[in-house]
């Protein structure tokens, strides 16, 4: 199979709506300071370019999941790889995605994130692709709703490969001639 890989979102686009996210959160959170937590390993880059926006203070912490089910579909069942360094208590979290696809990874960890005392917890994801959706997860703040194709770049991979791609790419599996 040759892995072929199409432009949807520019560099110059991604990089603008970014922008932008970071303006509307650090109105939101305006007197505040915000705890983003980063889901590994899809949110790194989008997380590393929004906290670059914004202009209240922020902590980091990172989280690392794993989501049982096959190659294509989550079952909600999550593992804990990593858990978060330091407690959530009295913050105002912001979770950092990638993508919220079926919704299913998601919020089975909000719910456990919900249980750590919070003041808030916000979601923000770059994508999200709602005809996918089986949860009632939403977000707070997304960059692009896009639709359902297979997604590679901007810290989403295809078995680890394409993280580094600083464009939204549409992967195509196409067979290879003979
Ligand atoms: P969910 O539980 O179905 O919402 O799965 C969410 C996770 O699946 C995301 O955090 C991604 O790691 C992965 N995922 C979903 N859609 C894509 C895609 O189009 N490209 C790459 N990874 C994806
Ligand atoms: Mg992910």
Do not use: W
Request: aromatic share 8%; charged share 30%; glycine share 8%.
């Amino acid at each position: 199979m040759k892995e072929e890989i199409s432009v949807l979102i520019d560099s110059a686009k991604v990089d603008n709506r970014i922008a932008d996210l970071g303006d509307e959160i650090s109105r939101d959170y305006a007197g505040k300071s915000i705890h983003m937590v980063g889901i590994l390993k899809g949110s790194v880059i989008f997380m590393a370019e929004l906290a670059k926006h914004l202009t209240v203070p922020v902590t980091f912490d990172f989280m690392s999941v794993s989501s049982y089910g096959n190659e294509t579909e989550s079952s909600g069942v999550v593992k804990i790889i990593k858990d978060l360094d330091e407690p959530l208590a009295g913050r105002d979290v912001l979770v950092v995605e990638d993508i919220v696809d079926t919704g299913r990874t998601l919020s089975y960890l909000l719910n456990i994130l919900g249980e750590r005392g919070a003041s808030s917890i916000k979601l923000c994801t770059l994508l999200d692709k709602p005809e996918r959706r089986v949860t009632d997860v939403t977000a707070d703040y997304c960059g692009f709703e896009i639709p359902d194709e297979f997604i590679v770049g901007y810290g989403l991979d295809y078995a680890q490969k394409y993280r580094n791609l600083p464009y939204i790419g549409v992967m195509k599996f196409e067979e290879e001639d003979s």
